[in-house]
Structures are given as C-alpha cells and as structure tokens.
C-alpha cells in the first residue's frame, strides 16, 4: 500500500498531528525577489548577501511569493477535495470521459490538492508543500504570480548550472533551518520562472511528434523558423519532443509530474531517485533526509504512485474555455494576429494522433503555440536546460491568456500590451510591426488575444 496516501486520507493520521509540532521547523528562503527588471542581471556582493540572508523561524509555510489569492484552497491533509467544475469552467475535466476515467481525474484532484508532510518524503529542501499551492488560478490546475528561482555562472558566455553547490533550481523552503538553500555566492545570473496553467495538458500531449516537427518548415511571415527541443523520455526511455515547461524540458506528463514532485516537493520516485541535496551538502541531506527512496510508492491496489494521479489529474483537464471571435473588432484582431506575424510562432492549432482515450483522440487543439524553442535573445532567461540554450524558450501557449497575468516567464509584463513590447530576439520583427500598427488594429488585435 502506498502510506504516503493512505495516511493523508485518514483524519487524523500520526503525519497530521505531527505537522502542529513541525510547522515551526519550516522555513521560507528569504529570497523573494521581484521578477521585474531583475532576471539575468550580473550580482553585486551586496545584492548576493540581500539574496542569501534568512528569514527564521515560521509558524507555517506561507505562499512563496505573497500569492494569497485563493486561501480556500489550502486544504489540510484529511479534508474533503474541492468540487469538481461544471463543463465550460476553468478545472473541468474533458468532455467525453468515460467513468473510470472520471474517477482517475477524481482521485489525480484528490491528489493534485493535497500537502506533502515531512514524513511522507516532503524536502528536505522543497518550493512549496503541494501542487496545488502554485497551480490554483483561477482555479485548481491553473497558474499563479508565484515564481520559482534558478542560478548559475557564466563564464565567456558559457553557462555553469553550478550542480555541486545545488543549481540550477534554488528550493526556497525547508524542514530544518540546518538545511535551508541560499543562492551561492558564486552564482552570477539568477532567473525567475512563473508556475504555468495546466489546462489542456493532456491535449498538447497527445499531439504527435511528427505534427510538431512539421512546424518546423511551416511558412511564416518572418524567417523564425523554431527548434524542436529532443529530450529523452525518463518513462519510455525514448527520444522524444519536448514541450512541457518554459524550455520544453519534458515530452510526457508523467515525467513532468515526476520532476515536479522531487524538485519543487522533495518527494523522490521511481523515475526521479535522486534526492536535491542543500546546496548541494550530502552531510545535510544524510542528517535530515529520513525517508527512505523512491519516497513516492506504486500502491499495489490501484498500480498508481502519486506523480500518476498527479499525471492522471493534467491529463484528463480540459482546456481553458475559449470563445471563437464574434465582433467585428475580434475577427479584424483575429487577421491582424496573422498579419503581423504572431502566427509565425504561436500557431493557432495542432491536431491530436490517435489515443486509447476517446477524449483526446483526433481533437483540435487551439493552443496558439508551435510548441518549438525559439531564440528570444536578452528576454531568454540564461539558463541552459536540456537542448534549450540560455536564449531559447519555447512558445507560450497563449489558450486561457485572459486569465493567467501577469505574463512572460518571470511575470515582468503586467499587461498583454507590454508582453508584446518585450518580445526579442527572433520575435522583434513581429514586435516591430505590433509598435507601428495603427491605434484602432492594436486594440482589435488585443480584443481578439482577450478572447483565448
């Protein structure tokens, strides 16, 4: 049996009432540092000492980064799940499922909303207790204004994820104060990256490699031609191409809820073995690591660990509710996206391959992405990650862009209107033409953008 999930089912399991004595062991990094403006830059000593000093002791763990949007959904270990939304709501599962498939989204809810606990493998260094902590905007699954920080060095242009001193990805938090992480005073560059809406996950999955490489030689209206991000699949063991995360690090969901568990919880598994040692002190993770690995267990009844159900959960979640244009200013928005090159990058649709579940089996998927790493020049956040260079990104999805502000990867873009003006490297010719546009076509351009 899988203990880390029977126990928190119970109502008031020995990880339950342990954690009112634990709490206080928790802390959070006190490194939380505004995304605007700051991405990339070089670190002074004072600036490396502002970043690194502690914060003490907490009574609990609160929201990295001050979100405290939606309080309701920071459910304890033991409580009933939230609802489930109605079809056309944001958090919906797909239309189309059968009944088990219903109660595999069910359960990956269950799951997706529930907190980690010390004892169940959580840290000892982690970014947040839960998925659902930084993916519940507007709804559980969604985004948030949370960030997650990452470092490195570069010298002569070359990029050091500085892996012995616990880069590239700082966990802000911890369960013993001995082992809290603090951004290295060798690290150079540090980068922000904002948590991603899920929705539709499973849709972008099942789109096959063959379609997104097709994107490749597709004709656009300025030479940007992308580059698909090859990664091998942890799961299958094959390559594969990538395309969840901000550099399309991941080509399956299972993987991407496996390495979400054990970088951003803590929680080990049977795909991620490796425990994130503090800044990389294998003393500190041998003292303060008393879960043994995998953490996360397969229960025998189901044949599932938690990063499936978590898997299950992404899968299975519709897509963001859309509208197609309607007024006139929208359909005129809708050919200025194209006129302007937008389109080049963001392609409006895909088309999903066959699939044993129905609900994705030959659907449209208007993602508004190609899916592709494309060179951003000095908006790529510097971080070399898988075949990703430290320019290259891979497109936005922009489905559910009405509700996911702010924008870019480290959210330095309050309005979709400066997420344009940003835009680089090989997205400046588009941005170039958006700036001339005459008043009237920049607004039916963004009235249509309001509609996804």
């Known amino acids: 049996m899988n203990f880390r999930r029977f126990a928190r089912r119970a109502s008031a399991s020995p990880r339950d009432l342990a954690r009112g004595t634990q709490s206080s062991a928790f802390l959070c990094a006190g490194l939380l540092l505004s995304s605007v403006g700051a991405c990339r830059s070089p670190l002074d000593d004072e600036r490396l000492e502002e970043l690194a000093h502690d914060v003490g ?51 990956g809810l269950e799951e997706f909303s529930k ?35 990452r470092f490195g060095a570069v010298t002569n242009g070359v990029f050091d994820p500085l892996d012995s001193l616990g880069g590239s990805l700082l966990q802000v938090s911890a369960i013993d104060p001995a082992a809290q992480e603090v951004v290295p005073p060798e690290a150079t560059l ?30 656009t209206v300025f030479p940007v031609q992308g580059t698909p991000a090859i990664v091998q699949d942890v799961v299958s063991g094959k390559s594969r191409v990538g395309r969840f995360g901000w550099k399309a690090q991941q080509a399956t969901l299972l993987a991407f809820s496996g390495d979400a568990y054990v970088n951003e919880m803590g929680v080990t598994n049977r795909f991620f073995v490796a425990e994130n040692a503090p800044n990389g002190n294998l003393q500190a993770l041998a003292q303060f690591d008393a879960v043994a690995d995998p953490e996360d267990q397969v229960d025998v009844a189901t044949g599932k660990a938690d990063i499936d159900h978590a898997a299950d959960f992404m899968r299975l979640l519709a897509p963001p509710p859309s509208q197609l244009p309607k007024t006139a200013d929208e359909i005129a928005g809708s050919a200025v996206f194209q006129s302007s090159g937008c389109a080049d990058c963001h392609t409006p649709s895909m088309k999903t391959g066959k699939n044993v579940i129905a ?4 659907k449209e998927v208007r993602l508004f992405s190609d899916l592709l790493l494309h060179d951003m020049g000095e908006l790529g956040d510097g971080v070399v990650q898988g075949p990703a260079s430290g320019s290259q990104m891979k497109t936005a999805p922009l489905w559910g862009l009405k509700t996911s502000a702010p924008y870019l990867h480290d959210g330095r873009a309050l309005t979709v209107d400066l997420a344009i003006r940003a835009h680089a490297g090989q997205a400046k010719p588009s941005r170039d033409r958006y700036v001339k546009l005459k008043v009237n076509e920049r607004a039916a351009l963004l009235k249509f953008l309001a509609t996804l």
């Open 57 to 107: 002791d907490q009574d609990a763990i609160p929201f990295v980064g001050g979100s405290e949007q939606l309080p309701a959904l920071r459910q304890k270990p033991g409580s009933k799940p939230p609802s489930i939304p109605k079809a056309g709501e944001y958090g919906a599962p797909l239309a189309g499922l059968t009944a088990a498939q219903q109660q595999d989204f069910t359960d």
């Open 115 to 149: 907190e980690e606990t010390a004892e169940g493998g959580l840290g000892p260094i982690f970014n947040h207790t839960g998925c659902f902590k930084c993916h519940s905007v507007p709804a559980i699954g969604g985004a948030s204004a949370i960030n997650v920080t």
């Open 190 to 219: 540090v980068a922000f990256r904002q948590s991603t809406a899920l929705f539709g996950l499973g849709l972008i999955e099942a789109i096959e490699d063959s379609t997104i490489l097709g994107g490749v030689k597709r004709p």
């Open 359 to 362: 609900a994705l089996s030959s």
